[in-house]
């Protein structure tokens, strides 16, 4: 890896224009543009909470009881059946989200909404609430991806005029698919925003099957590493406007779900390649290439036992990046130009004694920085929530989240 120089985190956007702190989705007929996002006129909302179906008991954007290690969808929970979407429903850049809403567990056609996303992340993957928070809260309020008012959000496309209570006054919510927000350069399996003429979002299945050869179909920790590492250096070399800011510590956690949330309790908790393809949406032809069909709960799927937390992504985060690191940064003028953010990322690499804590800070860092303090009365809540399941459950080095003081 060659870094040209060394810049701070607020000077990089004045070297690299496309990272500035702006929307970046594509507008009008681009993809992912509003002009080309699916329109679905009758919306409706996802499945109610069954009590004869409780899964993890998450209702109404509350705690569930935290206990898994049962089948999704159960046995007769017809409301909660597999359906492919229709070209009025909205899919994104996380097959994870594909698969609630084919499954109905977030609205079918991709326009959910704060409450919705706690309680599916809870009742299907045993997420849990502290990290279900977390996500939903970073999507919505941070990222500015959906409506702080209405707490609706697209797993895809541009839907402004179906999330946001006043497009006039708040202007573009591009949905999951906004680049550089929490989808990055160096997918997994999506391409660059950039190379792909501002397609982030589509399945790309020559990816997957570099994927799969990658990691010889075991997806674990050290293999998926190991192909983290190797996209970012083809990215890198191939994408002249590429970008991997902080915020690509997302990733490494997004790649964790693969063996942490996916695997199957009936295969014993293997993250195979028959249920890591399925939840992808990814077909095996005879020929060793892959077809892409819709997202799904694997057949006869049992789900984690213990919730995953987010001491559990931050250490996850760590373990995988320190066993292939990368550089924080971006290519300009044929160069790779990495960045500070003291004390953790010095010469764009995370520092090797960094800490799960650490990592828990950064978070808590990234979900604080950019949210005016007129929302504390939003935030402070739901970061003492987060704290004070941290400390019950790991002890008091986590107050502050990890942080030494708190962020005001």
């Known amino acids: 890896m060659k870094i040209a120089q060394v810049l701070p985190f607020v000077g990089l956007a004045n070297a690299l224009p496309w990272m500035a702190d702006k929307r970046q989705q594509s507008g009008g007929a681009q993809p992912g543009g509003p002009l080309t996002c699916p329109f679905n006129p009758n919306h409706q909302p996802a499945a109610r909470w069954d009590p004869d179906f409780p899964y993890n008991h998450a209702n109404l954007g509350l705690p569930g009881k935290g206990k898994g290690g049962y089948k999704v969808p159960a046995d007769g929970d017809t409301a909660h059946a597999f359906m492919p979407p229709t070209d009025k429903d909205i899919r994104g850049p996380c097959p994870g989200l594909n698969a609630l809403a084919n499954h109905n567990f977030i609205a079918r056609d991709g326009i959910t909404d704060y409450n919705e996303l706690l309680d599916a992340l809870q009742n299907v993957y045993n997420v849990g609430y502290d990290l279900a928070n977390f996500l939903a809260f970073y999507a919505i309020y941070v990222a500015g991806l959906g409506d702080p008012v209405t ?27 906004g680049h550089s927000k929490m989808e990055i350069d160096a997918s997994l399996t999506r391409n660059d925003f950039f190379a792909a003429g501002g397609d982030n979002f589509s399945f790309n299945t020559t990816l997957f099957k570099m994927f799969e050869q990658s990691t010889g179909g075991l997806f674990d920790v050290d293999r998926i590493s190991k192909y983290r590492h190797e996209r970012w250096h083809q990215c890198q070399a191939e994408n002249p406007q590429f970008y991997f800011p902080i915020l690509g510590l997302f990733q490494y956690g997004a790649a964790s779900f ?7 309790g009936n295969e014993g908790y293997v993250p195979n390649l028959h249920n890591t393809a399925t939840f992808f949406g990814a077909h095996r032809l005879p020929d060793g290439n892959y077809l892409r069909v819709p997202e799904r709960i694997p057949s006869n799927w049992v789900n984690r036992e213990k919730p995953y937390f987010l001491l559990d992504i931050a250490s996850e985060i760590f373990k995988m990046y320190t066993k292939n690191p990368v550089g924080f940064g971006g290519n300009a003028g044929g160069e790779f130009i990495g960045i500070n953010h003291p004390p953790y990322i010095n010469d764009g690499a995370l520092n090797a004694n960094t ?40 002890g008091v080095e986590y107050n502050n989240l990890g942080c030494p003081l708190a962020l005001t």
Do not use: H, M
């Open 355 to 394: 800490t799960a804590q650490d990592v828990a800070c950064l978070l808590y860092q990234i979900l604080s920085r950019p949210v005016p303090s007129t929302l504390n009365g939003i935030v402070t809540p739901l970061v003492e929530a987060t704290e004070a399941l941290l400390i019950s459950l790991f």
């Open 151 to 177: 707490k609706k959000l697209s797993i895809g496309c541009d839907a402004t005029t179906r999330t946001s209570w006043s497009p006039i006054i708040t202007g573009s919510e591009p949905g999951l698919n």
């Open 258 to 264: 693969l063996y942490e949330l996916w695997p199957n």
